[in-house]
């Protein structure tokens, strides 16, 4: 089976309480491992829950607020002393060049490998990762700061070869051709096997969206429609909705409208106050809106079967 | 009893591992709380061993590696968030504002606080601290960055009434007198009691030194003789004294050794190497040479009697 899981390092929101730290994640899809968002104690986390740093070469930070970047030189200052080499990309919004210039400066260090830092564009869809499987694209956000969540889309996948109603012989190349769609033709184009007779029809293309920090935004709804599993801040429950309003952040029954809205699959809260101790509130209060709604705390991995 | 407490927030060299954190250290002595080193993770830690974060006046940063700073700025911006209102004094070498002031523009946020920077001078002792039970003084250390420890030391305290020869209907004022060491007289000028004959020797002036991150230097031997506590580094064993000699770091047998030199009290062991699971042949190695040796791990306190 191939990969797609993502695991939870951080579940709080900007002051970290009862042992949650701030928002990070890491998204293992096909062989790529992704970091979302690196909050203070990211490495420690992915140390904790069996991360491997050395497989991180995509670091995506949603915005520059401190619970979502402050783990980032932490980690680069052990990727250099574990002497990586490869190169490691950084998306960010505009700043953190500079945040990292003097840390490094100061530090008089110069790290082993390249850093590729990529400056995002806050209120456009961009599409910042793109490999023959996947794609990761921006989703713009509406925050007190510069801020875009990230969607990871797996591409059209090849048709499955349907081994039961193989005829035998049939060279290997023509695999490649099934794959991909076409008839199985002999040399004067006459079609000798049709495709749908011996396919089955691809695996699906999963996606995974991140929405981390946003007010309650329905312009997002489009982009991440049907979407597997949606991640969304819910720093609130709605008795707290005022404080929600003024500090551009998400109820619980937000995240669960937008997830209802998109048509989800699954939802995912995070980014959670101070104030709550205990986080089962917020669960019941989004899954009076959208029954599959989960807590990402801290360790807990969520994947998607192929 | 006046607090002398030392409790370790981290104890770990550069690259965390094994679940210890980067450098950090409350230290509270009578109503001062003093947060020593702020390595990534210092605030979840203080939060894990209850440490009071808005008791805390004074933070000492040794030096600009990353494990000793990197949880500043998120402790910042949850004092902030707190609404932290009194001032809060930062000693750092050369650096740290320019860190500090790109990370606050970036995330737009102005404390409610005022954070008073101090910049230090690596190569000569200093005294940064001053009230009028306590002083705080650098020690010049001899690193790979500029970069000092911290001298925390009592005055010399009053002489302590020996209430069993007090003779009675003594007034009240006259206490004073002889806890500042003076005979009671009378108005001719004729010593009626003799200082010594009321009082007991003066409580002894405790105190604490923080020597990370060093190399073997005996240049700091003769500021810290007869320091009760001594934290001393001991990034390595001396299996790995090359590795000690290039990094500028010290073996646990150098950190005994300069403890036995200065006739401390009391040596504590920190800043360890992710290269050692397991601390004890680091406490083996010092007690060879120091017996007085004790592990600095995560959640230990520290205390001096009065």
């Given amino acids: 089976m191939v990969n797609f899981k993502i695991t939870i ?29 690196c909050g203070e104690g990211a490495q420690l986390q992915l140390a904790r829950f069996n991360g491997n740093i050395h497989r991180i070469n995509h670091i995506f930070i949603s915005h520059l607020h401190g619970d979502h970047y402050l783990g980032l030189m932490g980690l680069l200052f052990t990727m250099h002393l574990h002497h990586r080499e ?48 996947l794609t990761v694209e921006t989703i713009p956000l509406y925050h007190k700061l510069p801020c875009t969540g990230f969607l990871f889309r797996e591409k059209q996948k090849p048709r499955r070869i349907d081994k039961d109603r193989l005829p035998e012989g049939l060279p290997h190349y023509r695999m490649h051709e099934l794959k991909a769609g076409f008839d199985i033709k002999d040399e004067t184009g006459k079609i000798v096997y049709k495709n749908e007779d011996l396919t089955l029809p691809p695996n699906q293309s999963r996606s995974y969206a991140y929405c981390s920090d946003t007010a309650y935004a329905e312009s997002i709804v489009e982009q991440i429609t049907k979407v597997d599993i949606l991640y969304h801040e819910a720093t609130f429950t709605e008795d707290d909705k005022m404080k929600a309003a003024e500090t551009l952040h998400s109820t619980a029954r937000e995240a669960a409208l937008i997830a209802r809205k998109a048509n989800a699959g699954k939802l995912l809260l995070g980014h959670f106050s101070a104030r709550y101790r205990e986080l089962e509130p917020l669960l019941t209060e989004a899954r009076t809106v959208f029954t599959e709604t989960y807590l990402a705390t801290e360790g807990q991995t969520f994947t998607l079967p192929e």
């Fill in 9 to 37: 390092l951080g579940s709080s929101g900007a002051v970290p309480a009862y042992g949650r730290y701030p928002s990070a994640q890491l998204v293992e899809i096909q062989n790529e491992h992704f970091l979302v968002d």
């Fill in 86 to 133: 490869k190169d490691l990309h950084i998306y960010s919004q505009h700043g953190l060049h500079e945040i990292m210039t003097a840390q490094l400066r100061y530090s008089r260090s110069v790290p082993n490998f390249n850093i590729r830092l990529h400056t995002l564009s806050p209120d456009s869809r961009e599409i910042i990762f793109d490999n023959k499987w």
